[in-house]
Nanobody
Framework: QVQLVESGGGLVQAGGSLSLDCAAS????????MAWFRQTPGKEREFVAA????????DYGDSVKGRFTISRDNAKKRVALQMNSLKPEDTAVYYC?????????????????WGQGTQVTVSS
């Protein structure tokens, strides 16, 4: 079992940057592949980024590649999402997710644990 708590969301102007943080309560955090997803009203939850158990491998959705960076600190049991060059279309609720199977994936069903989400709003 793991509980996830996101923080760092807020309002930012287009072109700006924002950093999201996810704190995990897991006893063995490094057994989890971690990811970020986002969702806007009326749309399906969208894959943003994922990072392998020890941070050696990352994956990004096409819409954020080159602008967002996912990282993790296993000692602190945290995963971060650095978002640069933000666009109004990045506006969404961002969710942290954990997968205990150890396989990096983009599917929502891969991840068994989710945080409550944090709102990111990018103004034009």
């Amino acid at each position: 079992q793991v509980q996830l708590v996101e923080s760092g969301g807020g309002l930012v102007q287009a072109g700006g940057s924002l950093s999201l943080d996810c704190a995990a309560s897991a006893r063995t955090f490094d057994k989890y592949v971690m990811a970020w997803f986002r969702q806007t009203p009326g749309k399906e939850r969208e894959f943003v980024a994922a990072i392998s158990r020890y941070g050696g491998s990352t994956d990004y959705g096409d819409s954020v590649k080159g602008r967002f960076t996912i990282s993790r600190d296993n000692a602190k049991k945290r995963v971060a999402l650095q978002m640069n060059s933000l666009k109004p279309e990045d506006t969404a609720v961002y969710y942290c997710a954990a997968d205990p199977t150890g396989h990096t994936g983009r599917g929502i069903g891969t991840y068994g644990f989710w945080g409550q989400g944090t709102q990111v709003t990018v103004s034009s």
